[in-house]
């Protein structure tokens, strides 16, 4: 049994929290379930909101206080520089750092990852995802 994560990217926060509600309803546990915004803060917004999962970078280590993207080596100069949680969250969301999605987030939109266990639940995600309005329905499997 693999893994598989399926992901939507959705324009608004809204649009993203009718789909958890969705994937709730259709059996996932909210906890299968990430989202994540343009900028950290929001990001744990929503998973304290909604009961998600909140992609680690963006609520603890250095990067948890960054910009989701660069580095902050002026704010400390003594530490260096700072990645942004970017990177992190993704690889800990299961998608790879190069996904092409990728791009709507840095420019505002929310990626939502469902994490699913076998293909019947990857299936019922992608029809949730479609039946939400998602943009850009995808899936990756871990090594992807």
């Not at 299936?123 to 329905?137: C, F, N, P, W």
């Amino acid at each position: 049994m693999s893994q598989t994560t399926v992901i939507g990217i959705y324009q608004t926060s809204r649009q993203a929290e009718v789909a958890v509600d969705e994937l709730v309803k259709a059996g996932f546990q909210a906890g299968e379930v990430s989202a994540l915004h343009p900028d950290n803060q929001s990001s744990r917004d929503f998973a304290n909101k909604k009961h998600t999962r909140a992609p680690r970078g963006t609520v603890e280590g250095e990067s948890a206080s960054a910009p989701l993207e660069g580095t902050l080596g002026l704010l400390n100069p003594a530490k260096g520089p700072i990645r942004g949680a970017l990177s992190e969250a993704l690889t800990e969301m299961g998608i790879p750092t190069d996904w092409p999605g990728v791009e709507r987030v840095r420019s505002g939109d929310i990626l939502l990852a469902v994490h699913c266990q076998t293909p019947e639940d990857s299936g019922k995600a992608v029809e949730v995802l479609q039946k939400t309005g998602a943009e850009t329905i995808d899936s990756v499997q871990p090594g992807d």
